[in-house]
C-alpha cells in the first residue's frame, strides 16, 4: 500500500498517505429537502432564481424619484406598497409611494428614503434628507445570481444550509447515501455497560465515543458489539463487516500483546498499510484493507481511541462519504502552567483554552495519561506540542487546536 512499515510514522504522512489511497465510494441518490439534513451533497447546487427575485425595499419608508424631490417641498402619497402586496397604482409626478421593508419597489424608484428621515402630515410627505441614488433599495440578484453556484458537492447540509435551500425553492436535493461502517471492541477484559465487574473487568467504552461520532458525521453504524480474544470469532466478525460495511473500525487489539490478533488477521484477510504512529496518545494505530472495505485500527485506551478517530479517521471517513474536510483551526496560546513532554513524538495534550489578560491562554486538564477519559471530558482544546519538543515552560507560547463539532 506504499507506506513505510519500519518505523513510527509521522502523522502528516499517514494522514497524507492515506487520503492518496481513498475516494468516494457512497452512490448518490435524491432525498426531500427535510430528510437531507445532515447528508452530503453529491454535486454542485446551481440557483434556479435570483435571490432577492426583484427589487425590493431594505426598510419601511417611501419609494421616490429624485427628481420629484425639491427641499422643503413634501410630496403626496399616493399609495401604500407591501411585502406580497405590491404598489400597482398610478404615480404621478410629485408624489411618493409609501413602502414596507420587503415590498416590490414600484417601477421607476431611484431611492427609499426611511421614515425616521420624513415627516409626515396626513398624505403630505417632507423629506428631511436627500437620498442617494439606489438608497435603502435591495437590486434583484444581489445576493444570488440566478445560474449562481449557491452549494458546491461535498457540503454537509447543517441548519445553515437548509433555509437557503428552501429560500430557492430546492424541494428534493442529490445527496451520497451514508457511509456504512461496522464497529466492534476486542477484549476479554470488556464487559458491557450495565453488567456486574468481576475482578479484572472493564468497561467497554471505546464503542460508545466511536458510535457517537459516526453518529455526527451521518454515517451508518453496524455494531458488531464486544468480541473476545478468540482468532476465530474475529476471523468471522472481520469477514461479516467486509461484506456488509464500507469501513471497519475496531478498538483495541492492535499493539504488540501475545492475545492481540488484529494484525495476523489482517495480514490473512487483507493487507496493511501501517501500523504505528510517531503521536501521543495513539501510537499503536492501524489502516488497511480488507478485500472490500477499509479497515482502521484504534489502540484500546479510551484517549487514544478518540484522538485518533478525531485527526485520522475522521478525514479519511470524510473523503470516502465524499464529503470536502478542512483541517482544523489552529491558534497561539501562552502555556499558563508548565507542561510536560518528552521530544520524540507529536503530543496531542488536553487542555482548556481562555481568554487572559494578556491574550489566549492555555492550562492542562491535569494528567495526560492515555487511559485517563476524564482529562478529556474536561478539555475544550488539544495542545499540540511538536514531535521534537520537550518540556514547556510557564510563559512559552504553544499551538491549541479548539475542538471541532466531532468533540463538542
Known amino acids: 500500500m506504499g507506506f513505510d ?30 430528510e437531507a439534513l445532515g447528508r452530503v451533497l453529491a454535486s454542485d447546487i446551481a440557483s434556479p432564481l435570483a435571490v432577492p427575485p426583484f427589487d425590493n425595499s431594505a426598510m419601511d419608508g417611501y419609494a421616490v424619484r429624485l427628481s420629484d424631490l425639491t427641499a422643503g417641498t413634501p410630496l403626496i402619497m399616493a399609495g401604500k406598497a407591501f411585502a406580497g402586496q ?3 397604482g398610478e404615480w404621478p409626478a410629485g408624489h411618493c409611494v409609501r413602502i414596507m421593508t420587503g415590498a416590490p419597489v414600484p417601477p421607476g424608484t431611484d431611492a427609499v428614503v426611511m421614515q425616521e428621515e420624513t415627516q409626515a402630515d396626513g398624505d403630505r410627505i ?35 444550509e437548509m433555509p437557503l435551500l428552501a ?17 466492534f471492541s476486542t477484549g476479554d477484559e470488556l464487559k458491557p455497560v450495565g453488567t456486574p465487574l468481576a475482578h479484572g473487568d472493564i468497561y467497554d467504552s471505546n464503542r460508545y465515543g466511536v458510535r457517537a461520532m459516526l453518529a455526527r458525521m451521518g454515517c451508518d453504524c453496524l455494531d458488531l458489539g464486544i468480541i473476545p480474544d478468540d482468532p476465530a470469532q474475529l476471523r468471522a466478525a472481520f469477514i461479516r463487516a467486509d461484506e456488509e460495511a464500507d469501513v471497519l473500525i475496531t478498538t483495541g487489539g492492535v499493539s504488540v500483546g501475545e492475545a492481540d490478533f488484529t494484525k495476523q488477521l489482517l495480514d490473512e ?23 472490500r472495505a477499509w479497515f482502521f485500527g484504534l489502540p484500546g485506551n479510551p484517549v487514544s481511541a478518540m484522538v485518533t478517530f478525531d485527526q485520522l479517521v475522521q478525514p479519511a471517513l470524510a473523503k470516502l462519504a465524499g464529503q470536502r474536510f478542512e483541517r482544523p483551526l489552529q491558534l497561539q496560546a501562552i502555556a499558563a502552567e508548565p507542561l510536560k513532554k518528552s521530544p520524540g513524538r507529536l503530543d496531542f495534550q488536553r487542555g482548556v483554552m481562555s481568554q487572559g489578560p494578556n491574550g489566549l491562554e492555555v492550562r492542562s486538564t491535569g494528567s495526560q495519561d492515555s487511559a485517563v477519559f476524564s482529562s478529556l471530558s474536561r478539555a475544550n482544546c488539544y495542545i499540540v506540542l511538536e514531535r521534537e ?20
Open 126 to 160: 417632507t423629506f428631511l434628507a436627500q437620498p442617494e441614488p439606489g438608497q435603502n433599495i435591495r437590486r434583484a440578484g444581489s445576493d444570488i445570481g440566478k445560474g449562481a453556484c449557491v452549494l458546491p458537492a461535498g457540503t454537509r447540509l447543517t441548519p445553515r
Open 5 to 34: 512499515t519500519s518505523g513510527l510514522l509521522p502523522l502528516s504522512d499517514a494522514l497524507q498517505g492515506m487520503l492518496e489511497q481513498l475516494a468516494c465510494c457512497c452512490d448518490s441518490e435524491q432525498q426531500p429537502l427535510p
Open 167 to 183: 429560500s430557492l425553492g430546492i424541494a428534493t436535493v442529490p445527496v451520497r447515501r451514508p457511509l456504512k461502517v461496522a464497529i
Open 389 to 408: 519538543r520537550g518540556r514547556v515552560a510557564a510563559g512559552e507560547t504553544v499551538t491549541v487546536e479548539p475542538f471541532g463539532g466531532l468533540l463538542l
Open 269 to 291: 484477510l487483507g493487507e496493511i498499510g501501517f501500523w504505528k504512529l510517531a503521536i501521543k496518545p495513539g501510537k499503536p494505530f492501524a489502516f488497511g484493507r480488507l478485500p
Open 86 to 88: 405590491p404598489y400597482q
